[in-house]
């Protein structure tokens, strides 16, 4: 359904762009040289303008995800688990059903987005949707760190989604920090030193310990070594 509403707004989009260029061929017949600027110039912002207007649909669906999440984490503890487990399963077999479609039809990450091909809509968005609610349940489900280690196919499935969904350039600010995070907490991209799991409560305050305690080594070695410099002048000076 969401796919659908994608489609009939980027249909809605190009109408009056394609308009525009018609208008433009019976003005100007004489001057074929400059059709093909004009042509490319308006699918430059055609492209630009339905990215836009996906990443606004994307941005409503992430909203509905969050719900969700919410419901999850207050699904009773002993049944938890086993329910993540298998959301989890059903995450991989989408990231690879639709990887399949992308890499059989050759459509990259930094192609156009292809509003013309319901398949190829279909395929990105159930890629990026996916790749998503994955790193919210991450970040929340601690556990799901060592079925990443365990589970060599979820973790290549996943790489290969954070990164095209990053290359597309469709997803939200807030969700690009999401999937960021995730990231960084499977070792997919480097942590930065300041990276916190805000949802996972004991190792977020663990890690601010850590921080803590690297800031204050910082400071004592940054001390000692003005007292070494010092104590060097003094004994240079006293020297002549």
Known sequence: MY???VLMAFCSLTIPIKAKIDHQDIKHVHKTAT???VEAAHKH???IDIKKSYTELFKAKRRD???AIESIVNIEESKRRRYVEEVVKNVKDI???NRETLERIGHLASDPY???SETLTNAISKVLENVAFFSDLSLRFPFIEKLMEKDRKLRTDVVWAYNYAKE???CDVDTSKVLDMMAQQHGIIPKSEKFINPYDKERAKK???????QEQERHAMEKDSKITKKKRKSESKSEL
């Not at 890690?207 to 305690?213: I, K, W």
Request: charged share 30%; proline share 7%; no cysteine.
């Open 3 to 5: 796919s659908a509403f």
């Open 35 to 37: 059709k093909p600027k």
């Open 45 to 47: 912002i055609d492209s």
């Open 65 to 67: 995800q969050l719900g």
């Open 95 to 97: 990231l690879r059903e």
């Open 114 to 116: 292809p509003h013309d």
């Open 168 to 170: 597309t350039g469709l």
């Open 207 to 213: 890690d601010l310990e850590e921080l803590a305690a």
